[in-house]
């Protein structure tokens, strides 16, 4: 269980006040339930049909439309992406994506990001928003949407995931989590199968659902793929065996976009709606009248189209949705103070990884050399490539429908220059990336800065030759060239990182001219503004990796499926792999430097966890007893440095071998931020719940405590434990 930090948290608190509570608890379905059966009872069987079938691609004001229904004032539903903010949207602002937010590690700034997201829904009209997507999880180091989510561990997920759907309900926005389930690739996306076994599944694929059922989300979207041989939008085990059964999911499943592919079969198998209601032509339509005809023929019975209709009732009641929501207008002005979320979600996410010499912050120099497209704005127009599909200028998000319009845009140039102005530093600025020119715009400069940039996206546009997943762990417009060139000029080179997910950084570390690399990843508008705060000081960096940067692409040891994916690596994905096969990562999970130091000291560990099996009724998420706490871990952080900073203290936790199935070596099951003044401690607290500490038996289809010895590992990374200790169970 993740603990709560103090870092950002009273200004989450503050700017939550004001907010809706978020339904919680298992008993806040009963009287949206009620409420639902009550309506359902005054409608007719086409009411019924139109409920559950969105009004066709592009005809209606919102990605996603069902029509009215007046005779239980239940309104034309705008459904719209998504993850980080109101797709098409031009009063509204782009939030930093997710793997920025996962990047922070800090929970009640995730949180608000999500109840900031939901005010700009809610103050749009948009009832259900299509986020967040801890789907796909991240089992490729490629994959074109992995920056849509929060990073490459279920529970980092499942936390992330949870908490911004709580954010997002808060403000009053049904929450659609997506995409269901082991939708990793986007090439083949649309033909492959996912074949996954069943304890990788429950470990990894469906873990962050679990938790987003546990908060109640409103909503999940079952996935384009296959899933073990059926279509994950008609996929009895996936959506009736897993989501509703096992996870007691109470809410609907939407189809992705054209991800269904019968009438009866999704029906029939535990699909609610059907979006958008045709293809892309308009011409194919799978509900709406052949649904009608399916019921009238018994194909489809009453009571299953029923239960679509009160659950997709219900999520509107438990969201109070019935009450006095705003009318649709994706247009409307609705930014309000969120972009100082989205600053800090950009700031806090950055990673230092590495600082020769304490080159960082800067102090006053008297002339920076910035080198790099990626340095300046977009020269077409911030806005200019659909759905952000393309590279050019600076980065702040992937490409694909999880994007949004930014209404500005403030790259690192334009915040660089602006303080440089102020301390009376001279800029000379190359804004391209072309090698040539490099010498002469360094020559005299005390620091070089040099930008990089990794973009990858949705596999519906293709940027400079890439559909979607990235083909290589390189960085784009020859950015190795670039450093190697910067570095030939100047004996101070700084490199700044804008990328989707890992890059392999060989080549840049190379370079003995190479003093520090900063991590700046996916900061959406307030890109400059976030690395200023970072390079000059004003904030200490706090961000720690969300996944693993490796030596090279081979030794994540996997690759992309080209047809379908037996997903053959089971549990060992991203730092479970490197554990396991024993390769050094070059900068592995969890890391991430600071301007100052933290120790970490006096671990205490109580535990009341009893080997055996879960038990007890099912409560959204799974099944009572698997969210109690069953052990406790403290650990004293101290900053023993001369700056205040925030430290992420991650627990990992080892599993008993014996009578075990092969576990991995660690899992990430806790974090805490803390932020310190010089010399100030705090407590790190991990409550462990039942769940956190058993493995998926797939024998007895439960989670299981094992008998034996637990090891808790307490530090600064996945490879930098600092504290050790155990329980026994
Ligand atoms: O937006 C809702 C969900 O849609 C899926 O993405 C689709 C995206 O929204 C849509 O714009 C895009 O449409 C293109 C279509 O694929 C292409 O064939 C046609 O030529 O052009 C269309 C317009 O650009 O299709 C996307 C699916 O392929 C997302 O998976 C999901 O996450 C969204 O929430």
């Known amino acids: 269980m993740y603990a709560r930090l103090s870092a950002s948290a009273l200004l989450g608190l503050l700017s939550l006040a004001n907010a809706q509570s978020a339904p919680s608890g298992p008993e806040a379905w009963d009287d949206a339930y009620d409420k639902a059966n009550a309506a359902l009872a005054k409608l007719s069987q086409q009411d019924k049909v139109n409920i559950v079938t969105g009004v066709g691609w592009e005809k209606g004001p919102c990605v996603g439309n069902t029509p009215r229904i007046s005779s239980i004032n239940y309104p034309q539903l705008c459904l719209q992406d998504g993850p980080l903010g109101i797709r098409f949207g031009t009063g509204t602002n782009a939030f930093t994506p997710a793997i920025q937010a996962g990047s922070t590690w800090d929970v009640e700034l995730i949180r608000q990001r999500g109840a900031y997201l939901g005010a700009e829904a809610k103050g749009c009209g948009v009832h259900v928003i299509l986020g967040p997507a801890p789907g796909p999880l991240g089992k490729h180091p490629n994959g074109g949407r992995n920056w849509e989510g929060f990073g490459a561990d279920p529970y980092l997920q499942g936390v992330a995931a949870s908490v911004t759907i709580e954010g997002l309900q808060s403000a009053g926005v049904q929450s659609t989590v997506k995409h269901f389930i082991a939708n990793e690739q986007e090439q083949n996306r649309e033909t492959m199968s996912s074949n996954v076994d069943d304890r990788s599944m429950h470990e990894l694929y469906l873990w962050p659902f679990a938790e ?17 041989g059926s279509w994950a939008c008609e996929n009895d085990k996936i959506l009736n065996g897993y989501l509703k059964n096992e996870l007691g999911f109470k809410g609907y499943v939407m189809s992705d976009w054209n991800a269904q592919h019968t009438t009866n079969g999704a029906a029939n198998n535990g699909m609610d709606m059907t979006m958008p209601g045709s293809d892309y032509n308009g011409r194919t339509v799978l509900w709406g009248p052949q649904l009608t005809s399916a019921v009238n023929n018994n194909q489809v019975s009453k009571n299953r189209l029923d239960d679509m209709v009160r659950r997709i009732l219900a999520s509107w009641y438990l969201l109070g949705q019935d009450k006095g929501y705003p009318n649709i207008n994706i247009k409307a002005n609705v ?18 990884l590495k600082n020769d010499n304490g080159i960082l912050p800067l ?58 102005q102020s301390d009376g530093t001279q800029i000379s600025l190359q804004d391209s990336d072309s090698t040539n020119n ?10 070089a800065i040099v930008f990089i940039t990794a973009d990858s996206g949705e596999g519906y546009i293709k940027v400079e030759g890439v559909n979607g997943d990235r083909p290589n762990l390189d960085p784009w417009h020859n950015g190795n060239d670039l450093v190697k060139a910067a570095a030939q000029a100047s004996k101070n080179v700084i490199v700044v990182v804008h990328s989707v997910g890992p890059i392999v950084l060989e080549t840049i570390l190379a370079q003995p001219n190479v003093k520090a690399i900063v991590w700046a990843g996916l900061p959406s508008q307030e890109n400059g503004n976030a690395l200023v705060d970072v390079l000059y000081g004003l904030v200490s960096p706090s961000g720690k990796l969300p996944y693993t940067i490796g030596k090279s692409m081979s030794d994540y040891g996997i690759q992309l499926a080209s047809g379908n994916d037996d997903f053959k690596e089971g549990l060992f994905i991203d730092y479970r792999h490197f554990d396991k096969a024993g390769i050094a990562p070059r900068y592995e999970f969890g890391f991430g430097l600071s301007y100052t130091n933290f120790t970490y000291s006096d671990i205490t560990i109580t535990s009341t966890a009893k080997a055996g099996a879960a038990s007890g009724a099912t409560v959204p998420g799974g099944r009572a007893d698997l969210f109690e706490t069953v052990a406790t871990v403290t650990a004293t952080i101290t900053n023993s440095g001369g700056v205040e900073g925030a430290e992420v203290a991650q627990l990992y936790l080892t599993l008993p071998t014996s009578g075990v199935p092969e576990t991995p070596t660690r899992q990430l099951r806790g974090f805490a931020k803390l932020k310190l003044a010089p010399g100030a401690k705090g407590t790190a607290t991990f409550n462990l719940r039942r769940k956190d500490v058993s493995y998926w038996d797939t024998r007895t289809q439960n989670w299981v405590i094992p008998a034996g010895v637990f090891g808790v590992g307490v530090g600064a990374s996945s490879r930098d434990l600092r504290l050790n200790g155990s329980f026994t169970a």
């Not at 987003?212 to 073990?228: D, F, G, I, L, P």
Request: proline share 4%; hydrophobic share 40%.
């Open 363 to 420: 102090q006053k120099p008297k002339k920076i050399a910035l080198v790099g497209s990626a340095a300046v704005v977009n020269p077409k127009g911030i806005n200019s490539c659909v759905d952000r599909g393309c590279n050019t200028g600076a980065l702040g998000m992937g490409w694909g429908s999880g994007t949004t319009e930014y209404p500005y845009f403030v790259a690192p140039y334009d915040a660089i220059r602006a303080r440089a």
């Open 335 to 352: 930014q309000s103070n969120h972009k100082e979320n989205i600053r800090a979600v950009a700031r806090d996410g950055i990673v230092l």
């Open 212 to 228: 987003a059922v546990h908060s109640n989300v409103a909503a999940v979207m079952c996935s384009y793929n296959k899933v073990n």
């Open 438 to 447: 490099v010498q002469s715009t360094v020559q005299g400069a005390d620091v």
